[in-house]
């Protein structure tokens, strides 16, 4: 393994008449219904900073720096702290309660200059669940502007049944609006995304659902929760934005009321009310008893917020859940601060992982890629259809699974595990399988940019070699598998009382990590695992050569995952990438 220690990076660093919608709760999904639920060496990767990247909108695609999206709107200096991040996180992450005093408030909403408001510090509630308030989130002259421009420029729709009463915009993603388009850009920015899953410990993608509310005089919504039951729906957070008038108190009514649960989850009673207050965030983990209200406005004035859930619908279709909970979140955080590398066992569902085995034994890998000075692997055939023939189903497998391991939410997720600030989108990726023969060298022509190595390994095996699955796999350096007791294992007893030495394969594919001439990594073909690791520019790696032993072949998703500029990892030559990146390309 690896010993390695990484310094932890700061979070964060952090139109036509539509049709009416359906009606929504105070965070933004609709109901959908009228009652009921709502809808050992060398350290082979420095610690990361914060910087630019790349990221597209509904309406235009820009290259800009997160905290620049973030600065556009005014966002308190305060949530970049990261001792007052981290503070709010080891709350959240254990069910405890903190009042946490703001580092800096804007200057027009000192805590001295607006007595009487509720919050003035950074608070988390861990009952009856876990919750969340920020006061003083954004600029208050920009929040002026938005909330001008929202009641202005966007239509709202009248929702009413048995269960609520207010108004409702249209999905505000679709908005063009210049206040709105930059709270819009903030919010799906990854420094901000990062920034909840530093508090959260969730596995958090930059897909939300963005809408606002208004409720009048005698508006409301009534008890319910707003998880719906579907695995791929994914919601994890949902937050409020409060844009209600400055002198709003709790007797004015329209308050964020939150229940706990009887034995059998419930609602029971009112435990926590979070009363609205301007330029406050409130949020909270959905869970099926995370059932909550908002109480009936009282006064002739409007309770008016914009309201978002963040999700991860791509996560819990394809990763062992295990992997998602924020023990096990924060246990590779953990493992990864220290050594700079993990390997994930059982990281897809086992459905998901069988399946892909299926595709991946019916897929062709017919295409050897070189130079032979380089490299020699194998690639998917190029698949030519007949005709209209639709491509096989196991092309769409593989497709599918080399997507999701491309997308956003897969990069969320390991920028959530590793601490780096990686990119949205991987430098290389490709689906390729090492046979007998097969091999990488460490070339100087072939430099790969330095960044976060992830490979998934799905290995096959050999016509006619069904043990072998079973088998240690190892590149036989000591003794070629020969009994020599020369390889530095420990020598066991049989049951004659013969002293033998544990056969080894020999079957080469080993993936090693070098610097100079200290090997810093070795790491083998396993069954549904995920293999992640810090590589420094200068740190080189190479798949050892399959022999003619081997019964079994090396198949794999191999990415490589750059940090935005301005972190500790400078681009470097990619040789590879777009050579790999064009190999599994399907004409």
């Known amino acids: 393994m690896v010993a390695a220690k990484r310094k932890k990076t700061a979070a964060g660093s952090w139109a036509v008449a539509p049709k009416p919608l359906p009606a929504t709760d105070d965070t933004g999904k609709s109901s959908g219904k009228s009652s009921g639920k709502s809808a050992d060496a060398k350290r082979p990767r420095a610690a990361s900073q914060p910087g630019t990247t790349t990221t597209t909108t509904t309406t ?107 108004f409702q915009s249209n999905d505000l993603k679709r908005s063009t609006s210049k206040e709105l388009v930059q709270l819009r850009e903030a919010i799906y920015s990854p420094a901000f995304v990062s920034f909840m899953q530093s508090i959260t410990g969730l596995a958090l993608t930059e897909t939300v659902d963005l809408s606002a509310h208004r409720y009048p005089q005698n508006g409301y919504l009534l008890c319910h929760d ?126 998901v992982y069988t399946a ?7 897929a062709q890998f017919t295409r050897i890629l070189g130079p032979a000075n380089a490299r020699r692997f194998r690639v998917l055939g190029r698949h030519i259809p007949h005709d209209h023939e639709p491509a096989p189903a196991y092309l769409h497998m593989l497709d599918d699974v080399k997507g999701f391991m491309s ?21 290389s990726s490709i689906l390729r399988q090492f046979g007998v023969g097969d091999y990488t060298l460490v070339h100087d022509h072939v430099v790969e940019p330095p960044g976060l190595d992830v490979v998934f390994s799905c290995p096959g095996v050999v016509d006619g070699s069904a043990d072998a699955a079973d088998m240690p796999w190892d590149d036989g350096t000591a003794g070629d598998g020969e009994q020599d007791g020369g390889d530095g294992s420990e020598d066991e007893d049989d049951d004659s009382g ?16 070098i610097s100079g001439e200290d090997t810093l990594l070795s790491s083998y073909p396993t069954d549904n695992s995920l293999l992640l690791v810090c590589r420094d520019k200068g740190t080189m790696r190479f798949v050892k050569l399959v022999t003619a032993k081997s019964l079994r072949t090396r198949r794999e998703v191999s990415l490589v995952f750059e940090e ?21 390309e399907e004409d």
């Not at 013969?498 to 990590?513: C, D, F, I, S």
Request: charged content about 20%.
């Open 564 to 584: 935005v500029a301005g972190s500790d990892g400078e681009d470097g030559e990619d040789g590879d990438a777009a050579n790999e990146e064009d190999a599994n």
């Open 60 to 166: 235009t695609t820009t290259t800009t720096s997160s905290s620049d999206k973030l600065a556009a709107v005014g966002f308190n200096a305060s949530y970049r702290d990261a001792s007052l991040v981290s503070a709010m996180g080891d709350a959240f992450k254990s069910f405890a309660t903190a009042s946490l005093p703001l580092t800096a408030h804007s200057s027009s909403s000192k805590p001295s200059s607006r007595p009487g408001r509720t919050y003035t510090d950074a608070t988390v509630h861990a009952r009856p669940f876990r919750s969340v308030v920020l006061p003083d989130v954004l600029d208050p002259s920009f929040l002026s502007s938005l909330r001008k421009t929202l009641l202005a420029n966007e239509a709202f729709y009248h929702k009413s049944n048995d269960l609520y009463e207010f």
């Open 498 to 513: 013969v002293v033998t030495t544990p056969k080894r394969t020999g079957w080469g594919g080993g993936l090693h990590y």
């Open 407 to 427: 997308g956003p939410a897969f990069a969320a997720f390991l920028r959530l595990l590793t601490g780096m600030d990686l990119k949205p989108q991987p430098a």
């Open 226 to 351: 707003d998880d719906i039951g579907s695995e791929d729906d994914g919601r994890r957070i949902a937050f409020i934005i409060y844009l209600v008038e400055e002198d709003w108190a709790a007797a004015d009514g329209g308050l964020l009321q939150l229940f706990d649960c009887d034995d059998k989850g419930r609602p029971n009673n009112i435990v926590k009310s979070i009363v609205p207050q301007w330029n406050t965030m409130a949020f909270f983990e959905v869970l099926p008893t995370s059932h909550h209200e908002v109480q009936q406005v009282f006064c002739a004035r409007e309770r008016v917020s914009i309201t978002a859930l963040l999700a991860h619908p791509a996560l819990t279709k394809w990763i062992n859940p295990v992997y998602l909970s924020p023990r096990s979140i924060a246990a590779i955080q953990s493992k990864m601060a220290q050594e700079s590398t993990i390997e994930l066992h059982s990281f897809l569902k086992p459905a």
């Open 356 to 362: 892909l085995q299926s595709a991946m034994d019916q």
